[in-house]
C-alpha cells in the first residue's frame, strides 16, 4: 500500500479500518506495524511528510504561562517518524518504586505494576533493535565492568542505559508501513467526532485547507505525543476535565558540579561511554529506593559526562576523519598524538570504553518531576495555521524536584569520594536556600503527563488499557498518560504500553 499523500488528494476511500492511528511517530508506527501484522487493517495519519519543515514544525508553537519549554518547537517533529528523527533513543526502564504510590509524592501512583510491564519492556527492546539484557548484572560483563564499583546499594544504584543503533524508527520500519498499513501524511487531525460514548469519524485537512471526513468503525488512538494529547482533548472536550492536561512533567536536569581525580582512566572507564555489538552503553547513578523512602525524595539519576574544549584533540574523531579523508596534515596531528591514540584505542579494544585526554568531568543529575496539578496544559488565546488554540504551557516545579537534586549530588560526592573514584565539587547554588533553583533546572523534550492513568474514572483520564474513561472506542498512547515520571528516559515504557495495549486491542473486539 503505497504513502498517500493528502495534499494531492481531493477524496478518500471509504475504506473500513480496524485501527485509525494519529501521528506516526515512536509509538503511532509500533502499534500500526505490530496491529498490521495480526492482520488487522489500520490507517495511519500523521501531520508531517518525509522531512521536517518550516511550515509544519509551526504547528507545534506553544505559548507559555510560567517557566519555559526550551524547545517546544523544534524538540518535537512533525513528520513521518516523528521525534524519532530527532531522539538519541536512549533506553532505560522505569524502576519498581515509580509506579507505587508513595505517601511523600503527591499524586503518585499507577493503577498496574512494574510486573505488569516487565515481559513488555522486553518487546520494547526488541522493537527498538537492542538487547533485551537486564540493565545491570547481564549487561555490565559484556562492556568489561564487572564486577561493578562497590557503590553503598543502601544509597545508590550503579546500572546502564541502552542506546539503540537506529533510532529512527522509518529507516527501522519503511517496508512495514509501505507494504502493510495505509499511511496518509500532509494530514492533520482537526476534530473528533464523538456520539454519545462512541468516536464514529475524525476530520483531517491537508496543507491546501482542504478538509476529509474518515468514519471511524472500529476503534481510534491517539499517539501524537506528550503536548498534543492534551491540546487535542481540550479541543475536542474529550476525558474527564478535571484531569485533562493536568500533572504535566518533564525530566529536570542540572549539571550540579565537577569531577576532578588523579587517574582519569581509572574515573573515565568506570562512567565514560562503553560499546558493545556496535550500541553505546551510558552508566547511570541513581538513588536507591530506601533513601527516596527515608528521606521522602522523589527519583534522580547521574552521569558523568566528559567533555573535551573544540580545540583539544579528540582521538576517535581525528582517526575517523583520517581513515574518511586522507591529508598529510592530518596525518602529522595524528602522529604528534600516538600516546593519546594508543591510549584511548586500548581502553576501546580491552576495557569497551571511549577514553579521552584532559577532559573535564561534569555531573549532571535528571529527576522525575512531581506531578502536581499546578503544572498544566491548557488552550492559549492564540491559534494556528488552522485556526485551533495553540496549547499553553504552564509548566511548574515543585520544591520537592530541588530538595531531591541537591541530596542526590551530595549522595553521589559521598560515594564517589569513598570509593576514591574521585573529588567533587558541588557548584554554590547546589544548596536547598537557593531561592531561583528553579532558573537552574532545564526540559529535554521528555514531556509526560495531562491524559493520567488511573484506577478509577474520578482520578484520571485513561483507565489501565489506556481508553479515555467514558468513551468506546478512544485509545491514548503517549507519556501523556503517565502518572508519574520516574527519571528514566520515557520512550521505553511508552513502548512497553503500546505493546501492551496491542495485546489488550488483539484480545478484546471493537464495541463499536
Ligand atoms: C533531541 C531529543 C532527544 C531525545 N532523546 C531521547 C532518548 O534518548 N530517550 C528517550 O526515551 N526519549 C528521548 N526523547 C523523547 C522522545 O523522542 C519522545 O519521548 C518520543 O518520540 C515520543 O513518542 P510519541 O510517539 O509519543 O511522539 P512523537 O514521536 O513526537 O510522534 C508524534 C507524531 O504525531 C504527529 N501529530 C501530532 N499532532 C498531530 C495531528 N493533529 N494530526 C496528525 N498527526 C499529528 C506528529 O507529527 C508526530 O509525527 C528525545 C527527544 C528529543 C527532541
Known sequence: ???????????????????????????????????????????????????????????????????????????????????????????????????????????????????????????????????????????????????????????????????????????????????????????VLIQVIKEGTAITAIQIANFNKQHFTIAVSGRLILSVGGIETSRILLLNKLGNPEWVGKCFMDHPCIEVGLVRTSNEYALQRQF?????????????????EQVQQEKKLLNCSGTIMFTASAEQFDPYAELKAFKKDFK????????????????????????????????????????EQEPDTGSYISLSDQVDIFNKPKANINWVITKKT???????????????????????????????????????????????????????EKEGVVDSNLKVWGTDNLYICSCAVFPTSSHSNPTLTMLALANRLHQHLLSTSSPV
Do not use: C
Not at 274 to 286: F, N
Not at 408 to 429: D, F, M, N, P
Open 328 to 367: 598529510i596534515g592530518r596525518l602529522f596531528k595524528v602522529s604528534g598524538k600516538s600516546i593519546e591514540i594508543l591510549k584511548s584505542v586500548i581502553a576501546y579494544i580491552r576495557h569497551r570504553f571511549y577514553y579521552k585526554i584532559n577532559t573535564e568531568a561534569k555531573l549532571l543529575l535528571m529527576m
Open 1 to 187: 500500500m503505497p504513502f498517500i499523500d493528502l495534499n494531492k488528494k481531493e477524496t478518500l476511500s471509504a475504506k473500513q479500518y480496524d485501527f485509525v492511528i494519529i501521528g506516526a511517530g515512536a509509538s503511532g508506527i509500533m502499534l500500526a506495524v505490530k496491529l498490521s501484522a495480526s492482520g488487522k487493517q489500520v490507517l495511519l495519519v500523521e501531520s508531517g511528510h518525509f522531512s521536517v519543515d518550516e511550515e509544519r514544525q509551526q504547528l507545534n508553537e506553544v505559548t507559555h504561562s510560567s517557566k519555559k519549554l526550551e524547545n517546544a518547537v523544534w524538540g518535537r517533529k512533525r513528520a513521518v517518524g516523528g521525534t524519532t528523527l530527532a531522539w538519541g533513543g536512549q533506553s532505560l526502564p522505569f524502576s519498581r518504586i515509580d509506579f507505587t504510590e508513595r505517601d511523600w509524592v503527591n499524586n503518585s501512583g499507577w493503577p498496574i505494576s512494574f510486573d505488569d510491564l516487565e515481559a513488555h519492556y522486553k518487546m520494547a527492546n526488541e522493537f527498538m533493535q537492542i538487547d533485551t539484557l537486564d540493565y545491570r548484572d547481564d549487561i555490565l560483563p559484556n562492556i568489561k565492568l564487572s564486577p561493578a564499583p562497590d557503590f553503598d546499594t543502601s544509597v545508590i544504584n550503579y546500572h546502564v542505559s541502552k542506546w539503540a543503533n537506529e533510532p529512527n524508527f522509518v529507516n527501522l520500519y519503511r517496508k512495514q508501513l509501505e507494504q502493510q498499513i495505509d499511511v496518509v501524511y500532509n494530514a
Open 402 to 456: 530541588w530538595e531531591t537534586a541537591v541530596s542526590t549530588a551530595k549522595y553521589i560526592e559521598r560515594e564517589l569520594e569513598r570509593l576514591k573514584l574521585g573529588t567533587v565539587s558541588l557548584y554554590k547554588h547546589i544548596d536547598l536556600d537557593t531561592s531561583s533553583w528553579s532558573s537552574y533546572l532545564t526540559d529535554v523534550n521528555h514531556h509526560m503527563g495531562g491524559a493520567r492513568m488511573s484506577g478509577s
Open 272 to 288: 565514560n561511554t562503553h560499546i558493545w555489538q556496535g550500541r553505546k552503553y551510558s552508566i547511570r547513578l541513581s538513588l536507591s
